[in-house]
């Protein structure tokens, strides 16, 4: 809804296209923000940074998916302990969250393109005479947020699930017995898992006060981005948890079988 509003005032010169048209003169003109720590953060929003950082996680959680679904299927074939003793709950289609990945981020400029061609909005002042007109939405926003948020997705979900172990809680029943009903995490990764996602948005934000700053965007344009950005994120967490196996599903089922029928 967000992207689509935008998306409208934009096409249709509305109000805030004037305010943000402003903004981004008055941040383009700031002096307060270095200009080479602007142009740092916007090349981070660049394919070829980009790309090989998302290659770099595909590739490392991809082989770490794969040897947790051997260690699993030896633990499963030699009765040795299940879930426990292959670390966690097996990845069915361990390959499917580092192709998804990558799909996500091919994707961008598939939606992006056209959406630049289709409204034709023209650039910063800075960017008079340039090849082309068209600059929203932002690509390199978009590339940005969707390879370092997925790359992020790709480590902090597969360590929060690789990491979790069927620990004893006592819980009072009428029988007075304990029961195996939950799946305890590591602090250090409950740590992992907020520290990443926190510095990849600080990241995302410095990647669109740079584009804004350097004049190759104005704000809207990095704002939208963002909004498909996040789509495309949803989608992967979604298609994952469907498909990729070993997820939550997987560990509400191991725990539940620990625990006996009388778990709750």
Not at 146 to 168: D, E, K
Request: charged letters at 15%.
């Amino acid at each position: 809804m967000l992207f689509a509003a935008l998306t409208w005032q934009v096409a249709g010169h509305g109000p805030l296209r004037t305010l943000d048209e402003r903004l981004g003169r008055t941040l383009a003109a700031a002096w307060g923000i270095p200009s080479g720590l602007a142009e740092f953060f916007a090349d981070l929003g660049n394919t070829v940074v980009a790309l090989p950082v998302l290659l770099v996680v595909m590739v490392w959680t991809g082989w770490r998916g794969r040897q947790r679904s051997q260690r699993w299927q030896r633990a499963r074939e030699g009765e040795q302990g299940g879930a426990e003793a292959a670390g966690g709950p097996a990845p069915v289609r361990w390959w499917l969250p580092p192709l998804a990945a990558g799909l996500a981020l091919a994707a961008v400029p598939a939606l992006v393109v056209p959406l630049k061609l289709w409204l034709a909005r023209p650039g910063p002042p800075q960017m008079a005479g340039g090849a082309h007109d068209g600059f929203y939405p932002s690509g390199h926003g978009a590339t940005a947020a969707v390879a370092y948020g997925v790359a992020a997705l790709l480590l902090t979900r597969g360590r929060m699930r690789g990491q979790r172990r069927p620990r004893r809680l006592r819980i009072g029943n009428d029988n007075g017995k304990d029961m195996d009903a939950r799946w305890g995490v590591p602090a250090a990764a409950v740590a992992l898992s907020v520290a990443v996602p926190v510095a990849v948005a600080l990241l995302n934000v410095g990647v669109g006060i740079g584009l804004v700053r350097r004049g190759y965007h104005w704000p809207l344009d990095v704002l939208g981005g963002w909004c498909l950005a996040g789509v495309l994120l949803a989608v992967w967490c979604a298609v994952c948890d469907r498909w990729a196996g070993g997820g939550d599903r997987a560990v509400r089922q191991e725990a539940g079988d620990a625990a006996g029928p009388g778990g709750t």
